[in-house]
Structures are given as structure tokens and as C-alpha cells.
Antibody, heavy 120, light 110 residues
Framework: QVQLVQSGAEVKKPGASVKVSCKAS????????MHWVRQAPGQGLEWMGIINPSGGSTSYAQKFQGRVTMTRDTSTSTVYMELSSLRSEDTAVYYCARGPYGSSSGFDYWGQGTLVTVSS | QTVVTQEPSLTVSPGGTVTLTCASSTGAVTSGYYPNWFQQKPGQAPRALIY???NKHSWTPARFSGSLLGGKAALTLSGVQPEDEAEYYC??????????FGGGTKLTVL
């Protein structure tokens, strides 16, 4: 069965960076794009970007350009999302989600989420 | 700045029917926006319900359906159950791998 298992909660100081992992299993890792989505406390979902696990190409929402880096390790079927220059507004639950680049295929499986708290 | 708009809240009686909509600031939503719908309950990750306007996942209950309605994407729940009380989000595609979520609709079953 398809599973996306994310790394544990993080507490970071303003200005620091955080790297969240998402380990995939139960399917061919390089055959599906992976997205990152975040949700601030009490707020809605926000799409951050996408990575192609096959070639490593990425595309980021304009809001996060310059601060986010998405990478992958095909040997461990893991994608990573690193967010730098953290500020309090980055406190949120970060999710990985399997989904299409832009086609009729659907978003389907989600990770359990990783809480990132930014606090001095 | 592209904005996707959903009703902030809706209330429906058990057994009733309710339609949630999803509008784009760029104009009419068409099938080319590949509308996706998600359900999220408190403390849980979102769960995918509908993709590409009207396609259901294997786990999507039959009472959920998706469509295009009056220039918007729509999610209709028929025969609402108490367990359908949740937040619902739509997601639209804007080209160049850019996706944008709606603000969410809080559905109350009362």
C-alpha cells in the first residue's frame, strides 16, 4: 500500500532553516510527482511547490521562491523540503502529497504532516 | 495574485444535499483547471475526494460528486451523513506546475 511517512516535529529559531523529509513506499518512487503543502494554525492549505522525483526538477510558488528548496534521494525514495530564513509566520504543519504536474491525474496520498514551530 | 474563492461556511441537515463551489479570480473554471477536492477533519491530514472535476478515488463515498456549475467547480454531497462535517478545500491548476488552493468551506451538519 502507498505510504508517505514524514519526519518528526521541529522547533526552530527565527532566521534558521528547517529540512523536512517524506519517505515514500508502496509504489515506483520516480513515477509520480510530489508536492509540498503547508497549513498555518487555524488557517487553510497553501501549495508550496512540486518536485519530479525522476529528474529532480522543481517548481515553486512565487511566495517561496528563494527560500525553499525541494530535493530527492532516489536511493531511499525520499523527498525533502528545506525552508530557510524562517520567521514566525512559517509556523505550520507541512505536508507532502503525491500528485500530478498538471494533468487529469489526481492528488491522492498525503503524508501525516510535520509541525514546524518557529519561536525565539 | 490568483485567488480561489470558496464559501466560508455552510450548514446542512442530515440526509440533505449541499453544493460547495470554487471560483477563480481569473474567470470561469473549466476542466483545464483540473479541479481537485479534499476533505479535512480536525487534527488530520487532508483526504482526497475528487480529481479532474468529477473523478472519484476508490475510497470516495458515492454520495460525493464533482462538476462544473455556472463557471465554478462544484462539490455536491447528497444524503449528508454526520461524519461529513469537516473542512473542504478545492485546488485548481494554473499552468506551469502552479496549483492554488481555495480558502476552504467549513461544513456543519446540524
Amino acid at each position: 500500500q502507498v505510504q508517505l511517512v514524514q519526519s518528526g516535529a521541529e522547533v526552530k529559531k527565527p532566521g534558521a532553516s528547517v529540512k523536512v523529509s517524506c519517505k515514500a513506499s508502496g509504489y515506483t518512487f520516480t513515477s509520480y510527482y510530489m508536492h509540498w503543502v503547508r497549513q498555518a494554525p487555524g488557517q487553510g492549505l497553501e501549495w508550496m511547490g512540486i518536485i519530479n522525483p525522476s529528474g529532480g526538477s522543481t517548481s515553486y510558488a512565487q511566495k517561496f521562491q528563494g527560500r525553499v528548496t525541494m530535493t530527492r534521494d532516489t536511493s531511499t525514495s525520499t523527498v525533502y523540503m528545506e525552508l530557510s530564513s524562517l520567521r514566525s509566520e512559517d509556523t505550520a504543519v507541512y505536508y507532502c502529497a503525491r500528485g500530478p504536474y498538471g494533468s487529469s491525474s489526481g492528488f491522492d496520498y498525503w503524508g501525516q504532516g510535520t509541525l514546524v514551530t518557529v519561536s525565539s | 495574485q490568483t485567488v480561489v474563492t470558496q464559501e466560508p461556511s455552510l450548514t446542512v441537515s442530515p440526509g440533505g444535499t449541499v453544493t460547495l463551489t470554487c471560483a477563480s479570480s481569473t474567470g470561469a473554471v473549466t476542466s483545464g483547471y483540473y479541479p481537485n477536492w479534499f476533505q479535512q477533519k480536525p487534527g488530520q491530514a487532508p483526504r482526497a475526494l475528487i480529481y479532474s472535476t468529477s473523478n472519484k478515488h476508490s475510497w470516495t463515498p458515492a454520495r460525493f460528486s464533482g462538476s462544473l456549475l455556472g463557471g465554478k467547480a462544484a462539490l455536491t454531497l447528497s444524503g449528508v451523513q454526520p461524519e461529513d462535517e469537516a473542512e473542504y478545500y478545492c485546488l485548481l491548476y494554473y499552468g506551469g506546475a502552479l496549483w492554488v488552493f481555495g480558502g476552504g468551506t467549513k461544513l456543519t451538519v446540524l
